[in-house]
Structure formats: C-alpha cells, structure tokens
C-alpha cells in the first residue's frame, strides 16, 4: 500500500505500450542571429518545441528574442547574464547573474536555469532555490560546441537517448550548421520510434495575456486632432442670465 493509503496499481503490458516516450530537447548559448533563425524554421516544420536557455548579453541585442520563442511554443530558460562560472562567484554575483539575464528575458521566462558548464555547488543552488529558480542540466551531451561533425552528433544522441532524456544541444557560441543538420536526423529518427518533443516542465509559461500584449508592436499613440472651432450663435443678455438656450 501507498503512503495514501491506495493500493500500487502496476500498469498492464497495453497501458505500458500506449504511455509516450519523452524527449526534451534543449539548446544553450542562443540567441545568436546566424544561427537561431534556421534552428527555428526546422522546428516550426516539424512541430517540435524544444527549451532554450538564453545568455543574458546575446538577448541584450534581440531583446524581442524571448518572446517570439514563447510565442513559437518553446519554453524559456536562464543561462546567465555573461555565461559566467556561477561557482567561483559570491552569492550576490550569482544572484545578479541570474536576475539580469531573467529581466531581460521578460514575461516569457519560465523559473528554471541551467548553469553554464554545468557547475553548480552548494551556493548556486542556495541562490537560485531563494528566487525560485529551479537548476536543469542535461543527461545526453555529444558536445556539439566542440566540433562541427553532424554524422556524430546525430549517432551519439541516438544512441543514449532514453525516456525522459534530456539532450544538450547549442544555438550559440559560433556556427552551429552541424548542430542544425543532425537535428532534423534526430527528430525524424525519434518521431520514428514513438518519442514525443516536450519542452521542460519548470521552464514552460502558461499563455497569458501579458506576454500576448507584449508581443504586440509598439506604437506611440496618435496625436488627438484638434476639433474645428465653429462659430458660435449669440446669446442675449436675457438668456445668459438664467441660463437658458434655445432648442
């Protein structure tokens, strides 16, 4: 029996086989504008929303970055200000890392982050914990950031993945064609055998009408015109004094 008090319930072999398998596809370093663009198409074309962990000085330059992801149905993630090693920092540093790159981010902001190089300690995670900011690493990596070999990327993916995987990629940091190329071998070998593309569950933003008016254009407000001045009808002195008018 379950602390509940229900009893363990064992799905049968059919229930098993009908429950989809998970993949969450995540991508770091971006935005970055040689990059993004094409990674974006590909996953609009093939339905696939994946998590994106923002750097807080590339937003700075596509501020409109964040939201045009949420709109897409990606999820939006923390990946610091300036991609710092969040452990050799005090805490104030690291909170100002963090809150930097999550204002910049705006409403499309999901409470996660993923520490730059994976480092994280006792500190980054008192500090992040405080502004409610959940850490998410990785557990499939093919260290895309280091070489420019398709072939390889997509192989070492496909052969770790997992239920529930969580797969390293990057759309920043330098050209990333290769990086681009095995992920459309990735999702249709995936998609082939029963996975489904989610994004990560601390880093999603339900839809709301603040981040809808914000991706709105800004306009500034006309001018009001001003009304023609129109001729007025004399008044007699009788009537200026009660105060009465015709009609």
Not at 31 to 59: D, I, W, Y
Not at 82 to 95: D, F, G, I, W
Not at 150 to 175: E, F, M, W
């Amino acid at each position: 029996m379950l602390a509940l008090g229900l009893p363990l319930v064992t799905p049968t072999p059919a229930q098993a086989a009908r429950q989809p398998k998970i993949v969450y596809l995540t991508f770091d370093d971006g935005p970055n504008a040689m990059n993004s663009p094409r990674l974006l198409k590909l996953l609009a074309r093939e339905h696939v929303p994946a998590t994106f962990f923002l750097v807080g000085q590339s937003l700075a330059a596509d501020p409109e970055h964040a939201v045009r992801l949420w709109l897409g149905g990606h999820a939006v993630g923390n990946h610091t200000y300036s991609h710092s090693n969040l452990t050799l920092l005090s805490p104030a540093s690291v909170r100002h890392q963090i809150l930097a790159a999550q204002k910049l981010m705006g409403p499309g902001a999901g409470k996660c982050l993923r520490p730059p190089y994976g480092a994280t300690n006792s500190t980054v995670t008192a500090v992040a914990g405080s502004l409610g900011i959940k850490q998410v690493l990785w557990t499939v990596d093919p260290q895309d950031w280091a070489h420019q070999d398709a072939t390889y990327i997509a192989s070492h993916v496909l052969s770790n993945v997992r239920n529930k995987s969580v797969v390293l990629l990057h759309d920043g940091g330098g050209p990333r064609g290769a990086t681009i190329s095995a992920v459309r071998v990735i999702i249709l070998a995936l998609r082939a055998q029963g996975y489904e593309f989610r994004t990560i569950p601390a880093c999603r933003v339900p839809f709301g009408g603040s981040l809808i008016e914000a991706a709105q254009p800004r306009r500034k407000p006309a001018k009001p015109t001003p009304s023609p001045t129109l001729p007025q009808p004399p008044v007699t002195p009788a009537l200026k004094q009660t105060g009465i008018h015709d009609g």
